[in-house]
């Protein structure tokens, strides 16, 4: 089934409980102290994230879905191309594959990465997806599809790296966005639907990839520029059995097939949506240049989207959590960073959350692409405010954006940094989301090193 509503909320209040715990007691849920053996502590991590290039979602570019919708044949009723699993399966007689080499070679350009730089941005973190790093014409998969594209799309990561990030003194993280199977069934997985990693063959070929990940990385991307290795984005932790192949499989064998190729490159873990304070000890020397990615949303499931509708004073309330949450970042027992994190307080953005068609009863409306939590719930009126063009956003919203970004990032500094998603989104249609965009409209500092503190 489709990652559902019910699942995604259970999923955020994991994550809420951690911060409202720091909220009411002011102390993380856990204390814990650094290693005092890591040596790899790189000066304060100030980044973005280039999501929507190599790994697809529909409501970074919900144009592009759309279109290419349009051009697989589809009219009405539920879309066909949904994720890249799909794309891929509906490429052959058709022209996914030019439409997706031409978002490849357009979506970053330097002029980008130099606005970025600018703008004191230090790092960038890219998703990859599992497809690229293994011959697809041998699993029985759409991918099989793409095997003619997927080197182009390699080569336009190579030069992002070895010429743009190099030439700009960005550091980069390659971060694996996509398993084999899905670790977690959303649209940004490669495949949404199923969770299926852990069955059949899955995660032996996951663990083959990252080997091919690191392999390929260290060979092929400049040594300087190259800053890490993510090993899974997001497997979906908040299934107690999908937690414990976390702990006891997917850390320990991902660390071991990227320590098997370089001894010294920085390794991630993304925390499963369990807190920091809760996972397992990875001690030196055992687990060498070891970092968490742990990722803060403020806009999915019903108690975040119900602030902004029902009169509670819900923007004071997001900068409280914001700044209550340094502490358990403060005392993290690892080098800790915030992979992911945005300014949105709703899932407003057009098939933000669960994807295309998500909330909607197609029986009743073949023509409805998306229903988001606050009009599911009587508040269309909530998303049409959320979801207006820049330009057009009232003054107070912009004032507290500028504030939300700096709460957050006051936060985020009292453990190692953090990556903003996304850099973009098509036309700016996300303002939240959307970094450049914030820059450019004056909610993102000129200069988020030397920015005004907030918390």
């Keep these: 089934a489709v990652p559902s509503p019910a699942m995604l909320a259970k999923a955020a209040k994991l994550l809420l409980c951690a911060a409202l715990w720091s909220c009411v007691y002011g102390v993380p849920l856990k204390g814990a102290s650094f290693h005092d053996g890591m040596v790899n502590r790189d000066p304060m991590v100030r980044g973005v994230n280039l999501g929507g290039w190599l790994v697809l979602e529909p409501w970074i570019v919900p144009k592009l879905f759309e279109s290419a919708n349009a051009a697989a044949g589809w009219s009405q009723g539920s879309y066909w191309v ?45 998703p990859v997806g599992y497809w690229y790093f293994e011959d697809a014409r041998y699993q029985g998969e759409p991918f099989a599809n793409g095997v003619a594209s997927f080197p182009k799309a390699l080569a336009h990561l190579e030069t992002l790296v070895n010429v743009w990030a190099k030439d700009l003194g960005l550091k980069v993280l390659i971060d694996i966005h ?45 040594k300087d520029t190259l800053w890490g290795i993510e090993i899974l984005n997001e497997p979906a932790g908040f299934y107690e059995w999908m937690w414990t192949a976390i702990t006891t499989e997917i850390n320990p064998t991902g660390y071991a097939n990227v320590r098997n190729v370089s001894s010294d490159v920085n390794v ?34 019903d108690d975040w ?11 004071d309330k997001h900068l409280s959590a914001s700044c209550a949450m340094a502490p358990q970042y403060a005392s993290a027992k690892m080098w800790t960073v915030v992979g992911e994190f945005s300014l949105a307080v709703t899932d407003c953005a057009k098939y933000l959350s669960s994807g ?43 004032a507290f954006l500028a504030k939300f970004a700096a709460a957050q990032m006051d936060a985020f500094e009292a453990g190692n940094g953090w990556f903003f998603w996304n850099f973009r989104t098509e036309d700016g249609h996300a303002p939240a989301w959307d970094f450049l965009l914030g820059l450019q409209e004056g909610w993102i500092a000129p200069n988020v090193a030397n920015r005004t503190r907030f918390c």
């Design 178 to 222: 996509g398993a084999p199977g899905s670790q977690n069934g959303f649209d940004n997985s490669g495949k949404r639907g199923d969770i299926d990693l852990l069955n059949g063959s899955n995660l032996t070929r996951w663990a083959n990839v990252v080997a091919a990940v690191a392999n390929w990385t260290t060979q092929t991307l400049d």
């Design 305 to 315: 989207n119900r602030m902004a509708y029902d009169g509670s004073d819900g923007w």
């Design 356 to 398: 295309m068609n998500a909330g909607c009863d197609m029986t009743a409306d073949p023509h409805c692409q998306y229903v988001a939590n606050p009009t599911a719930h009587g508040h269309p009126d909530t998303c049409t405010y959320y979801t207006q063009p820049a330009a057009a956003l009232p003054a107070d919203y912009k």
């Design 268 to 301: 991630i873990f993304q925390t499963g949506f369990h807190p920091v304070a809760d996972q397992p000890d990875y001690p030196e020397p055992a687990f060498h240049n070891l970092w968490f990615d742990d990722h803060q949303y403020q806009c999915f499931g």
């Design 82 to 126: 949904v994720d890249e699993w799909t794309w891929w399966a509906h490429a052959p007689s058709t022209s996914l594959a030019g439409l997706l080499e031409a978002h490849w070679a357009s979506w970053v350009t330097k002029d980008h990465l130099t606005t970025l730089q600018q703008a004191g941005i230090s790092h960038l973190r890219i």
